[in-house]
């Protein structure tokens, strides 16, 4: 058997470590001296710390990797990894998207000195918003889960015989943000006013284009309240995004377009 130094060395992860993952139940030692306190490692569980160490660089939390180890069937574990692989990829293309943004900010930084002009690049103007026969799905719902209550106002399209005009947005409701759960009202316009869930009327609106994606859309927001405030006006609905251009346009994150509208009123 090997003492907790020589299999931390040989599995290179600290003691301190070892004794964590003892204490949680992950990985607990083949034999404890009851004497003197020392912890034994058989070699074959230089294995076991290899996987979990392996599953750790997926991005899997210990509590998952728990769960994983208990897992004996191999097409549950195939799904779990290939889950877990869908998930890197997903985050790799936020990854590149930041990148993207990071490198535009240094380029703009350098040439102008100003740390915060990307803020300053928004045209504000006061216009009517377009009245919109929309299906809607309001819930309580987090960023994430956006797709999924889209999901199924599409689900209804072939159902209920409407035909969607391809201009979908977001209201916002709340008067708080929170990212895992805000209330929320998806929608997409179709053109069968009589079968439409309601008309979203047209409002004077506070009204700007963001470009990029929609990580960075609290920049529009921030330059639109900030515009309302110096211009004597006050918010006076909910506001809500159009989404123009999309990823389902076949164009990449930057060239992405969405109209942010904010109803207002004359102080």
């Given at each position: 058997m090997l003492q907790i130094g020589e299999f931390s060395n040989?599995?290179?992860?600290?003691?301190?470590?070892?004794?964590?993952?003892?204490?949680?139940?992950?990985?607990?030692?083949?034999?404890?001296?009851?004497?003197?306190?020392?912890?034994?490692?058989?070699?074959?569980?230089?294995?076991?710390?290899?996987?979990?160490?392996?599953?750790?660089?997926?991005?899997?939390?210990?509590?998952?990797?728990?769960?994983?180890?208990?897992?004996?069937?191999?097409?549950?574990?195939?799904?779990?990894?290939?889950?877990?692989?869908?998930?890197?990829?997903?985050?790799?293309?936020?990854?590149?998207?930041?990148l993207n943004e990071l490198q535009t900010h240094i380029s703009v930084f350098e040439r102008t000195g100003d740390i915060m002009t990307y803020q300053k690049s928004y045209t504000i103007e006061v216009k009517n918003s377009p009245a919109l026969y929309v299906l809607a799905n309001r819930a309580m719902m987090g960023v994430d889960e956006f797709g999924k209550y889209y999901g199924t106002l599409f689900e209804r399209v072939p159902k209920e015989q409407v035909t969607p005009t391809g201009l979908n947005g977001a209201r916002y409701h709340d008067k708080e943000f929170n990212?895992?759960?805000?209330?929320?009202?998806?929608?997409?316009?179709?053109?069968?006013?009589?079968?439409?869930?309601?008309?979203?009327?047209?409002?004077?609106?506070?009204?700007?284009?963001?470009?990029?994606?929609?990580?960075?859309l609290s920049e529009a927001y921030g330059a639109i309240v900030t515009w309302i405030i110096e211009n004597g006006y006050e918010i006076a609905g909910a506001p809500f995004d159009l989404y123009i251009k999309t990823q389902f346009d076949s164009l990449s994150p930057e060239d992405w377009e969405t109209e942010v509208y904010f109803p207002i009123r004359k102080k």
């Open positions: 040989i599995c290179q992860v600290s003691v301190k470590t070892l004794h964590h993952y003892d204490k949680i139940g992950l990985l607990t030692p083949a034999e404890v001296d009851s004497l003197t306190g020392y912890r034994y490692y058989q070699p074959e569980q230089i294995d076991t710390m290899n996987y979990i160490q392996r599953l750790k660089r997926y991005g899997f939390s210990l509590e998952e990797i728990q769960n994983i180890l208990g897992i004996s069937d191999n097409s549950i574990l195939r799904s779990v990894l290939r889950r877990q692989k869908e998930k890197l990829k997903f985050k790799q293309r936020e990854m590149a998207i930041v990212h895992e759960s805000s209330d929320v009202e998806v929608f997409i316009e179709i053109r069968e006013k009589d079968k439409a869930d309601m008309l979203m009327e047209s409002c004077e609106c506070a009204m700007t284009v963001h470009h990029g994606g929609y990580s960075t």
